[in-house]
């Protein structure tokens, strides 16, 4: 078998062909999906059950089917999931290069381990050593969020909300205020979906045709 010669000159036909390729290229990006009143799911668990009821009963006393309360309540469950799309907000993400993810590691501070108190010290020492451990510990938590709310800035590309409108950039301060309207879950998740961007290899399913799987069966 021959062996290429690395030194070769790549053909032009190829080196067109892969400035082609290329030139359609873009990087990996991931979506996630963060509705604004997750607290509306409750009242749809209650509007749920109710439903449920009113079904059952008109079921078993036709003369109910006709009172409206069936209807009143689907028409309740409609208002509320119209309200829920509403709240909705589309971030999409994208993956980050080894050099912006240095450039934000190189703004969180770092914090090295206290030295260890030698085995005949005394309980006051070792108290303060403790002490010690747990403020290192307490520094690092803050500088381990601090370093996801910054990551999930670089790697935001836009956010697109129900109504139409568009944002292009976030502050970190701005996803602290997200996190105490909605909790830790969302942060959690768009810092998934970054790591995802980055360091998994995106794959679209090709998708589902009725007339494929009809002409499969034949």
Do not use: C
């Not at 439903?51 to 209807?71: M, Q």
């Amino acid at each position: 078998m021959n062996t290429p010669d690395i030194g070769t000159t790549v053909p032009v036909d190829f080196a067109n062909a892969f400035d082609d390729w290329i030139g359609g290229a873009a990087i990996a990006m991931r979506s996630v999906e963060i509705y604004g009143k997750p607290g509306l799911f409750a009242e749809w668990e209650h509007l749920a059950r109710l439903v449920d009821r009113a079904e059952r009963l008109a079921e078993a006393d036709e003369s109910l089917a006709e009172t409206g309360e069936l209807a009143d309540l689907r028409e309740r469950q409609q208002a509320l999931y119209d309200e829920w799309m509403a709240s909705k907000s589309t971030w999409y993400v994208r993956a980050l290069t080894q050099e912006q993810a240095k450039a934000v590691d190189d703004q969180i501070a770092s914090y090295d381990d206290p030295k260890e108190p030698a085995d005949n010290a005394d309980e006051a020492t070792r108290e303060a050593y403790e002490a010690a451990v747990k403020e290192v510990e307490a520094k690092r938590d803050e500088a381990n969020d601090e370093r996801a709310l910054r990551m999930i800035v670089a790697a935001l590309d836009h956010v697109e909300f129900a109504n139409g409108s568009r944002l292009d950039a976030i502050t970190i301060e701005q996803l602290r205020v997200m996190r105490g309207k909605l909790g830790e879950r969302q942060i959690l998740t768009l810092m998934s979906a970054a790591t995802a961007a980055s360091y998994q290899e995106p794959e679209i399913p090709a998708p589902f045709s009725r007339r494929t799987s009809q002409t499969d069966r034949t």
